[in-house]
């Protein structure tokens, strides 16, 4: 099975930006439909960005469209999401997850069945 490594979180001023890495090992990511999904203290667990396995779809939660972008970088097995005009209701734990059986990209938790352990972004001044 894969296993899931997020990295790249931080302190990051208002109007900053980051990117976020989540490395696979154990499978070739490019087998895997992943998203990106964060949790803010208080709050339910909710999608932000998810990218099929030839990283030609991309789907996008409405409050980061435009500012973040998702990606596949092939050769390094990671899939990473690039945050710019970051705000402090980004802040949250950014976790990503992977599966084999989602078609195409798809925004349900549920099915993805491979989790990372997290990566913190605080966005504040």
């Known amino acids: 099975q894969v296993q899931l490594v997020e990295s790249g979180g931080g302190l990051v001023q208002p109007g900053g930006s980051l990117q976020l890495s989540c490395a696979a090992s154990?499978?070739?990511?490019?087998?895997?439909?992943v998203a990106w999904f964060r949790q803010a203290p208080g709050k339910e667990r909710e999608f932000v960005a998810g990218?099929?396995?030839?990283?030609?779809?991309?789907i996008y939660a409405v409050s980061v469209s435009g500012r973040f972008t998702i990606f596949r970088d092939v050769v390094k097995n990671t899939v990473h999401l690039q945050m710019k005009s970051l705000k402090p209701e980004d802040t949250a734990g950014y976790y990503c997850?992977?599966?084999?059986?989602?078609?195409?990209?798809?925004?349900?938790?549920?099915?993805?069945?491979?989790w990372g352990q997290g990566t913190q972004v605080t966005v504040s001044s």
């Open positions: 997850a992977a599966d084999l059986y989602v078609l195409g990209v798809d925004r349900s938790e549920q099915l993805y069945n491979y």
């Open positions: 990218i099929s396995r030839s990283g030609d779809s991309t």
């Open positions: 154990g499978r070739t990511l490019g087998n895997y439909a």
